[in-house]
């Protein structure tokens, strides 16, 4: 009896953090820093930021298959073989084959189980919601209202951009509020001529697109070890310089340095164990991936951190008699609403002249242009927006494949700098729907003995109609800067998952008869529990979700420790 | 289980909705199953006078002048490693078919100015069609392979890997292509 009292307290931390990515890493930080101790829990393997980046150094002729992946290898990894895998980067995300899930309805699954997760694979595009982001789905009768607006998250938003290091370009824009910038990364000449073509002849903006590298590190990027942005743009392999943002690279150092964090890893987390008698949690029950050895943690706060369909799953396995259907589901919420942001689409075109115009550096980032559709006086026939990532560059070798020709002279050619070309790629809103859902299956287990996820969600008419004005919204921008041969595209493969913005599925609301999480992603009917993850959102906006996650995780981490303090959790 | 057994078995998991490509990358690994020790004896995915054809064409596509060429960057050992690991069957057979001509027309006797000849025909018939050629493939590989080896990097581009910084610059007359690496 003593033995496991003990035991218990050994095992017993202050919070616990479920997840080591984007979201678990700001909570760690900010629980830490506040005093607390604290329990990471990552379900993958220990990754080392910079020693385990084992191919960032490497050049083009180190990789056997010159950066394409196998074929053994792509049906090991198909949900990331559209876009986002090459050799150098590969050993980043998960396999599939390993980690199953069904798809009721195509859904990629992407993710990345190690230390970090998926903050080493995003694009590190960073944007602000705008204020009708918050208002949208009550205006429109969809979904459930924000528990919040734009003016809860402004203190949250500045904290973390300072922290992040976002650089860009300030434009004033209602409908894309500036960020604490660094500076901006430059624009190419067809680039500035596409912008200024815009402006005038459309009248929208283009914008240099706001990315989480250190374009020039303050004293508290560098106090926990970043550096500069070398401009290589070989980000997915894992940045040794920590240039661009990740938890591995800053939240994560920045909860260490406090002496309060422990990271326990190969750790899955099965459920969460629930005091019956307080109708609190107690502690969570893990899975070791490797040895399937179970064991148990206690806290008296725990954040959940696994990525939307990681957070939401852990809650619906978490059942008692309390909650028979999942912890927290007395709304039959959890698992609805399933969101991402849909993209394969887009313009791309040639750009003639321009020949005595270069860049040097490869940069990571793009070009961004705002949502104008259903903004100010604009009305469509859909409801909500796009924006569009893109950019333009010089045609390299490559451009041989399909060019006529072959020989000396050819081989030259090939070592100059080729044609301009560019592209403009949309990211349209999906909207809230609670036919969009995954759900635990029955039958289906993976080899930890856990429910495989049933993914059944899909585009709706109003993302589909969305999708004929990012083609030829995008086509109409470059005509009007005068390029050559535009072709409009939309990519068949196009459908949820691939756009690894996973949002919804416990959504946060004022009204526990409709929504999993309160204003604080606090579980209405279970205090001490926290949902920060892409999880909450509400609706989706048509930015990128990143930095609107890590502001209400650590608006949520500073209202938890009150309210600990305060003895009301 | 066997990888075809346990590649059946995620399909099934899956609900059957495994593409038509997976399936056929699936009978592809039935068939280097089934072959399995030949391929580990011979090491190679082509005969060797089929080898030798390849390496005719890609030092054609890519000669040594000035700078090295194709064979020197080793690309007819890169094309058999990446046809063998990166090419599913039907492109695996179009490459063959198209190689298979060759020899039948003895590629291998014919004169330098007759072989270019050749390969400009295959080239014609090649830009007729939409699809995946033996012409495009041979043509990919040859550029990948050259164009991010060790000596063809080095001789062709400015090569960067650690560039610093992003800016805006005119080109300078006789310019080189910058390579960054940071294709793979």
Redesign the interface.
């Given at each position: 009896m003593n033995l496991n009292i003990k035991a218990d307290k050994a095992q017993t931390y202050d919070a616990i953090v479920v997840g080591s990515g984007m979201t678990g890493g700001w909570a760690a930080k900010e629980l830490t820093e506040k005093g607390l101790k604290v329990l990471v829990l990552e379900r993958g393997y220990e990754l080392k930021h910079v020693e385990d980046y084992k191919?960032a150094?490497?050049?083009?002729?180190e990789?056997?298959?010159?950066?394409?992946?196998?074929?053994?290898a792509?049906?090991e990894h198909?949900a990331t073989m559209y876009f986002s895998a090459?050799?150098?980067s590969q050993y980043l995300y998960s396999n599939d084959?390993e980690n199953?899930y069904?798809?009721?309805r195509?859904f990629n699954w992407i993710r990345a189980y190690h230390t970090g997760g998926k903050s080493l694979l995003w694009g590190k595009h960073t944007y602000r919601w705008n204020r009708e982001d918050f208002l949208a789905n009550a205006k429109q009768g969809l979904g459930v209202d924000w528990p919040i607006r734009y003016d809860d998250l402004i203190p949250w938003y500045n904290y973390v951009e300072k922290f992040v290091g976002i650089s860009g370009q300030a434009e004033g824009l209602a409908v894309l509020p500036d960020s604490n910038f660094l500076p901006p990364?430059?624009?190419?000449?067809p680039e500035i001529h596409l912008k200024k073509s815009v402006a005038q002849k459309l009248n929208r903006p283009i914008t240099i697109g706001r990315v989480a590298h250190l374009t020039k590190p303050q004293p508290w990027h560098t106090a926990v070890g970043r550096a500069s942005c070398?401009?290589?743009?070989?980000c997915s392999?894992g940045c040794p310089f920590g240039a661009y943002f990740s938890s591995l690279a800053a939240t994560i150092p920045a909860a260490r340095q406090t002496n309060r964090l422990t990271i326990v890893h190969n750790a899955i987390v099965k459920e969460i164990i629930l005091d019956d008698k307080a109708q609190k949690a107690k502690g969570v029950r893990v899975i070791d991936q490797n040895t399937l050895e179970v064991r148990e943690f206690y806290a008296k706060l725990i954040f959940l951190n696994a990525g939307t369909i990681g957070s939401t799953s852990i809650l619906m396995n978490s059942k008692s008699a309390r909650f028979p259907n999942g912890l927290g589901n007395d709304s039959d919420q959890l698992g609805r609403n399933l969101m991402d942001h849909h993209l394969a689409i887009g313009a791309r075109a040639d750009i003639e002249g321009f020949?005595?115009?270069?860049?040097?550096?490869?940069?990571p980032g793009s070009l961004y242009i705002p949502r104008f559709r259903n903004w100010g006086n604009d009305k469509r026939d859909y409801l909500r927006g796009f924006g569009y990532q893109g950019g333009a560059s010089?045609a390299?070798?490559?451009r041989?494949?399909?060019e006529?020709g072959?020989?000396?002279d050819?081989?030259?050619k090939?070592?100059?700098?080729?044609p301009w070309k560019i592209n403009l790629s949309g990211f349209g809103e999906v909207l809230p729907n609670p036919n969009n859902r995954f759900y635990l299956s029955e039958d289906?287990k993976d080899k930890w003995g856990l429910p495989?996820i049933v993914f059944d969600a899909d585009f709706g008419e109003n993302e589909r109609a969305m999708r004929k004005d990012i083609m030829n919204d995008g086509a109409e921008m470059l005509e009007a800067a005068g390029f050559k041969n535009v072709v409009p595209y939309d990519n068949p493969v196009a459908h949820m998952g691939l756009g690894i913005h996973e949002m919804g599925t416990a959504r946060m609301g004022k009204d526990p008869k409709t929504s999993v999480l309160n204003k604080f992603n606090q579980v209405h009917a279970c205090k001490n529990v926290f949902v920060t993850d892409g999880s909450a959102m509400t609706s989706a906006s048509n930015v990128n979700p990143s930095l609107t996650y890590m502001a209400l995780t650590a608006r949520a981490a500073s209202y938890a420790v009150e309210q600990l303090k305060a003895r009301s959790l | 289980m066997n990888r075809r057994e346990a590649v059946t078995h995620v399909a099934w998991i899956l609900g059957g909705v495994f593409s038509a490509p997976t399936l056929q990358a699936m009978n592809r690994w039935e068939q280097i199953g089934s072959q399995a020790t030949a391929l580990r004896q011979s090491g190679s995915f082509l005969t060797e006078t089929q080898h030798e054809i390849m390496a005719r064409v890609a030092e054609l596509i890519i000669p040594r002048t000035d700078t090295p060429g194709a064979i020197d960057a080793g690309v007819p050992d890169f094309m058999e490693v990446m046809l063998r690991d990166c090419y599913r069957k039907p492109a695996q057979d179009t490459f063959l078919a198209g190689v298979g001509a060759l020899e039948q027309k003895g590629f291998l006797k014919l004169s330098a100015d007759q072989q270019t000849a050749l390969l400009k025909q295959v080239e014609a018939e090649a830009q007729k069609t939409s699809d995946s050629s033996f012409w495009l493939i041979t043509k990919e590989l040859t550029l990948l392979g050259y164009y991010t080896s060790e000596v063809g990097v080095k001789a062709s581009f400015d090569y960067q890997p650690i560039p610093g910084r992003f800016e805006a610059i005119k080109i300078k007359p006789g310019q080189k292509d910058f390579m960054y690496g940071n294709q793979a």
């Open positions: 191919t150094m490497k050049d083009p002729w990789f056997e298959h010159r950066g394409k992946i196998p074929i053994v792509a049906e198909y090459k050799e150098g084959k199953p069904i798809q009721k195509p990364m430059a624009m190419t000449a070398q401009f290589r743009n070989r392999r020949e005595d115009d270069y860049f040097f550096g490869a940069r010089r390299d070798w490559s041989g494949a399909t006529t072959f020989g000396a050819f081989k030259k090939m070592t100059q700098p080729g289906q495989q | -």
